[in-house]
């Protein structure tokens, strides 16, 4: 993947954190810092200017580009990039999360007992996230027919969009889809039954 930083250079890499400070090719220089994921990890990231490349993999590095010199990498800190982008960082939308529902054998409808916790931790994070759009996918164990857990695996997904549509969501926030038994979380052979394969997957972002 690679993205364009103004008519200057490019950066490209598999990073999910990226501070990016575009003023185009004139002074001051294009800035960019690499941030960690929630989970500490940190990915890589290939800043290109003309013939010039520099890769960062470092958490808190930054390059500065400007068009016609080399690319300059600086140490910065946690501390300096929230004071100086605090508000541009607190301005992103929270990162998807997502909630993973069971359900009790050939049933649409009725929970597994131990999905309750997971259901009221949902009604939390609902109830803080801002404008949420959900995405809710279905799915079975290997017992039974293709077509029988198909039809099955989107009755879950339409019964846990009908749950959200009740805890206030907006119908048209909600998108549902049901993989049958194509995408099990345990793999089994063809007709075992699996309680942690009969579940609804919801994403919120």
């Known amino acids: 993947m690679k993205r364009p930083i103004a008519r200057c250079g490019r950066a490209a890499g598999t990073a999910a954190g990226v501070l990016m400070l575009l003023y185009g090719c004139s002074t001051p220089p294009d800035k960019i810092t690499l941030l960690p994921n929630p989970d500490g990890t940190v990915g890589t990231v290939v800043v290109h200017n003309g013939n010039q490349t520099q890769v960062i993999d470092q958490a808190y590095t930054r390059v500065d580009v400007v068009q016609g010199r080399a690319i300059e990498q600086t140490a910065d800190t946690p501390s300096n990039v929230q004071a100086h982008y605090g508000d541009l960082l607190a301005a992103q939308p929270p990162r998807p999360v997502t909630f993973t529902i069971n359900f009790v054998f050939d049933s649409a409808t009725q929970l597994a007992p131990e999905s309750a916790q997971t259901v009221e931790q949902l009604k939390r994070v609902l109830a803080t996230w801002p404008a949420p759009h959900l995405t809710v996918v279905g799915h079975t164990d290997l017992a039974g027919s ?12 339409k019964s846990v969009a009908a749950f959200l549509v009740k805890a ?32 609804a997957v919801i994403t919120i972002q």
């Open 168 to 199: 206030g969501i907006p119908p048209e926030q909600i998108e549902t889809a049901g993989r049958g038994k194509r995408e099990p979380l345990v793999h089994t052979a063809d007709g075992v039954p699996n309680q942690a394969n009969r579940r």
């Open 146 to 157: 293709q077509d029988f857990n198909d039809r099955l695996s989107m009755q879950r997904a």
